[in-house]
C-alpha cells in the first residue's frame, strides 16, 4: 500500500466550525484517518458553519457528483454596512441609515419573494471563481478587481425566520434553499440594496446538502474518536437510482464494462424496510433510469461505481468505478 493511504474510502458529514476553511477540514480528517487523499463536496467560507461532506481515500472522486446538488442555510442578513467581501470577515466599505420598513415582517417577506426563482447572480469579488488560472480572491487581496460573469442560479426558498430590530441595527434570518453555485453572500449584498440599504452576510449555517442534513454530521472532535463508525450512506447522498449487481457483474464493472440497462432499480429512501431492502442484491424496481441519468452500481453492500443510462444503446456505461467499492457506513 502506498504511503498515505489507508485503504479507506468512505463519505463523513462534518458540521464544520467557524473560523476554519473546508481545507483545514481536510487536513484535520488527514489525521484522523492517516489517509492523504481527502477532499470535500460544498466549500463553506471560514465564516460559515455546518453540513460539510468530506470523502477519504477512493471516495474523493465522487466530489463532482456530491457538490451538484441544492443546499439549504439559515442566514443572518445585517443592514446598514456592506463589505469589500459582502460578509462579516471584510472591511466595511459603505454604511446608510436603515429605512423604517426593513424592521417589518411584511415588507421583509414581499422583498424575499422577488429573491425566489430563477435569477442572474454577481459572484462576490473575493470568491474563489478563477479567471484565466488566477482565483478572485487572491487576485482582489492584491488590489487587482477581476471582472466575474454573472451566473444562473435559482433560490428554491427564502423564508423569513425572525427580525431582530435594535435601535441601531436590523437583521433578517433567512432559511434559502438554492441550487449549486449559488452565494449566499451576494444575496445578501442584493437584498440590501433593493430594500434601499446596505446589507452584508453577518453569520451562516449549511443545514442540508443534497440528502444529508445537519442531524447526521458530526463535529471534528468526535470524528476524532468515533473515526470510520461516522461513515454516511454515500448511495442516499447521491440519491441516485440504484442498480444491485452479483459477484459475476461486479467483476465486470471493476473492469468498466457496460451493463444492460434492463435492470432492477430501486431509489432509495429512508425507512427501516428500505434500509434493510438497500442491503441486498436483487431488490426489484420498475423504474429506469432516463438518457444521460447517473446510475450508483451497489455490491456486497458497496457502492462499486457510478454509471450513466445511454438508452440509445440500451446499456449504462462506467463513470467512475472503485475498485473496492466505497463504504456505505455502519452509524456510531
Known sequence: MKRGASGLSLVVAVDKPQGMTSHDVVGA????FDERRVGHAGTLDPLATGVLLVLVGPASRLNDHLSGHDKSYVARIAFGCSTDTDDAAGTPVRTCAIPDEVADGGFARSVLQRFTGPQTQLPPVFSALKRGGKKACDEARRGNVIELEPRDVIVHAADLVRIDARDDAVFWDVAFTVSKGTYIRSLARDIGRTCGSEAHLAALQRTVSGAVTLDECVSLETLAEVGVRAAIDPVRALGYPI???????AARVRNGAKLSLQRAFHRYERSSARDLCACTSGVCSCAVPADGEAVSVVAADRLLAIYRAD??????????VFQEGVSRGRGL
Open 29 to 32: 480528517a488527514r489525521r484522523i
Open 243 to 249: 442498480c444491485f449487481v452479483e459477484s459475476d457483474d
Open 311 to 320: 438508452a440509445a444503446h440500451r446499456a449504462l456505461t462506467a463513470e467512475t
